[in-house]
């Protein structure tokens, strides 16, 4: 995989919070520290979403897949704590690894014959499957 957009976003994280060895840029500071304020997060949950994947080099074929369920756990925990910024660099690593794995999968699936059927359209074909069950029930 090539391109995506989610390593796009860490990239500019990671520059802007002086991952890779580069400064980060000037930030404010606030009581409490260095870089501003610390936080303790217990547990970060992100369910439900959706992850659309393009294939540009299957002739543009796309699908849209739900992500399982991420639960990151005692981020800064301790007396250090975590800044808001390296807390959005961990959550978007998260995302982004397991959008790396469902995606791989997927784009072997299609490269496999597979066809993906988005759940309104799983939804249609179940409805209009018993309808024209139902029908040759009837006499």
């Known amino acids: 995989m090539k391109e995506n957009n989610l390593s796009k976003i860490l990239a500019n994280i990671e520059e802007a919070t002086g991952a890779g060895g580069e400064k980060p840029a000037a930030q404010p500071k606030e009581k409490g520290g260095e870089g501003g304020k610390k936080l303790e997060v217990?547990?970060?949950?992100?369910?439900?979403?959706?992850?659309?994947?393009?294939?540009?080099?299957?002739?543009?074929?796309?699908?849209?897949?739900?992500?399982?369920?991420?639960?990151?756990?005692?981020?800064?925990?301790?007396?250090?704590?975590?800044?808001?910024?390296?807390?959005?660099?961990?959550?978007?690593?998260?995302?982004?690894?397991?959008?790396?794995?469902?995606?791989?999968?997927?784009?072997?699936d299609m490269g496999k014959g597979a066809v993906y059927l988005g759940n309104d359209t799983t939804n249609s074909v179940n409805k209009a499957t018993k309808g024209l069950g139902d029908l040759f029930k009837k006499k």
């Open 42 to 108: 217990d547990e970060f949950v992100i369910s439900g979403a959706k992850l659309h994947v393009t294939v540009n080099v299957m002739g543009g074929k796309s699908v849209t897949l739900s992500m399982p369920t991420i639960q990151l756990t005692d981020l800064g925990k301790g007396p250090d704590g975590i800044t808001a910024p390296e807390l959005s660099k961990l959550v978007l690593q998260a995302i982004e690894k397991q959008a790396v794995q469902l995606a791989a999968t997927a784009i072997a």
